[in-house]
Nanobody
């Protein structure tokens, strides 16, 4: 079955960096657009970044553009999120998600994704 397992979260200071990883299994990873979402306490889950199945295109929320970088290694069935210049407002549970359709374009919509990981906590605090 489809599994998405995130790792790499933790505590970082403002201005610091973290790299999240999402190991995928149970489907043909290389043909699916993948994304990262996040959810802070008391807030709705929000789009962070996505990368197409060919790694040719990426998309970022305005709040993270220029600070976060999404990438993927299709040989390792893994998608990454490099987070630099972290801010306290980046504190959230970060989720990896698989797009519903093979070879689909990027979607920022929650409903465009059908499988989610369990999440990895990122806390930015001094």
């Amino acid at each position: 079955q489809v599994q998405l397992v995130e790792s790499g979260g933790g505590l970082a200071q403002p201005g610091g960096s973290l790299r999240l990883s999402c190991a995928a299994s149970g489907f043909t990873f290389r043909v699916y657009t993948m994304a990262w979402f996040r959810q802070a306490p008391g807030k709705e889950r929000e789009f962070v970044a996505a990368i197409t199945w060919r790694s040719g295109s990426t998309d970022y929320a305005d709040s993270v553009k220029g600070r976060f970088t999404i990438s993927r290694d299709n040989a390792k069935n893994t998608v990454y999120l490099q987070m630099n210049s972290l801010k306290p407002e980046d504190t959230a549970l970060y989720y990896c998600a698989k797009n519903k359709g093979a070879a689909s374009p990027i979607s920022r919509m929650f409903g465009g994704y059908d499988y989610w990981g369990q999440g990895t906590q990122v806390t930015v605090s001094s």
